[in-house]
């Protein structure tokens, strides 16, 4: 080999020259083709992401984003206008007041309420009854919780004059849980996971409103509560949310067993059919008129003898019939929310009821 070289020199060069360019062009071709592959891949990527993109509704185009732009306005100035609305509700004035000045509005409050009350016949707790502030009746409230206790004081005012003027049977109980604002704070622990290492929390959101929450519970016919509720619903003056309600029928307890609704046969049924070939021919003791119209409104007396079908004792099924025909009244349960809502130029500091 080495003898080749030296006598064929120019081949020689030639040849390294072929083998140098060879082994270049293998480099080079390697390199594009890995360059290849990578903007094959990528171009992949981009076409999957662009169909990904174009299966969407509303596709993000200029001029669909142009339409989203404009949906959002009309969306901020319906909530602007909405929040116009609820900002109707703020008292006009919102500040602390002297503890024995509040006590004063509380007694003169009670005064109009069980007036209004006596006037229309409603049965109320009596001497207990100070519409939820019971625990004021021997103390006075912090200073800087009476802002929110007046507010409180006098919606619950116009609470019970929707309560007066629908006229209930009675006014079971009233109970009003305690703000924060009036209580002496405790500094929470933070939540601790395993190990006794400290969790950190997401931040909870500051709400746009106080929610100043009263339970109220009476008995009434449902027309009654119809009334409340719609009172509530569209009061011009306060907000009130009715967060739950329970109604209990007020002889719940007395409700007819499973077995008092099966009814035994007659014990001497009549033979002939009195109603052959579905004519109008009514028994002979039928003293009713059957033209006569019937008032579905007109009200049911429990203790109004039944008129029972022929060859049925008079034992059998009246009592149950009075039970389920009766003129009982509900119980009604209602958690209410009178809401307060922010300023927007509430001071900061102002502490959160």
């Given at each position: 080999m080495g003898d080749w070289i030296k006598n064929n020199k120019f081949e020689a060069f030639l040849l390294l020259v072929v083998v140098i360019v060879a082994v270049g062009a293998f480099m080079f071709g390697r390199n594009k083709s890995s360059l290849y592959e990578e903007a094959k891949d990528s171009y992949g990527g981009y076409a999957s992401n662009v169909q990904t993109l174009k299966s969407k509704k509303p596709f993000p185009s200029a001029e669909n984003a142009k339409d989203f732009e404009a949906q959002i306005d009309s969306y901020e100035a319906v909530v602007s206008a909405l929040q116009d609305k609820m900002l109707a509700y703020l008292p006009e004035t919102f500040e602390d007041i002297a503890p024995p000045k509040f006590i004063e509005n509380l007694n003169a409050v009670?005064?109009?309420?069980t007036s209004a009350f006596d006037a229309g016949g409603i049965e109320y707790p009596g001497d207990t009854f100070y519409l939820g502030f019971k625990?004021?009746?021997?103390s006075l409230p912090k200073e800087e919780a009476t802002a929110y206790l007046d507010y409180q004081l006098s919606a619950m005012k116009a609470l019970f004059e929707v309560v007066a003027e629908a006229k209930p049977s009675a006014l079971l109980?009233?109970?009003?849980?305690?703000?924060s604002v009036e209580k002496d704070k405790v500094p929470e622990e933070a939540p601790r996971g395993r190990g006794g290492r400290k969790v950190r929390s997401a931040p909870q959101q500051e709400l746009p409103y106080h929610r100043l929450p009263v339970e109220?519970?009476?008995r009434s016919t449902e027309s009654v509560l119809r009334k409340i509720m719609s009172g509530l619903a569209s009061h011009k003056d306060y907000f009130f949310v009715v967060r739950s309600m329970r109604v209990q029928n007020e002889k719940y307890a007395e409700a007819p067993a499973k077995d008092d609704v099966e009814f035994d046969d007659p014990v001497d049924a009549p033979a002939d059919d009195p109603f052959p070939d579905?004519?109008?021919?009514?028994?002979?003791?039928?003293?009713?008129?059957?033209?006569?119209?019937?008032?579905p409104e007109?009200?049911?007396?429990?203790?109004?003898?039944?008129?029972?079908?022929?060859?049925?004792?008079?034992?059998q099924g009246s009592r149950v019939l009075g039970q389920i025909l009766g003129l009982e009244e509900t119980n009604?349960?209602?958690?209410?929310?009178?809401?307060?809502?922010?300023?927007k130029d509430e001071e900061e500091g102002k502490e959160n009821p």
């Open positions: 009670r005064a109009e309420v625990n004021y009746t021997g109980n009233v109970h009003r849980p305690e703000l109220l519970t009476f579905f004519e109008d021919n009514l028994p002979a003791d039928d003293t009713a008129d059957p033209e006569a119209p019937v008032d007109a009200p049911v007396d429990p203790e109004a003898p039944v008129d029972l079908a022929p060859g049925v004792a008079e034992d009604v349960l209602l958690e209410i929310d009178i809401v307060l809502f922010k300023a």
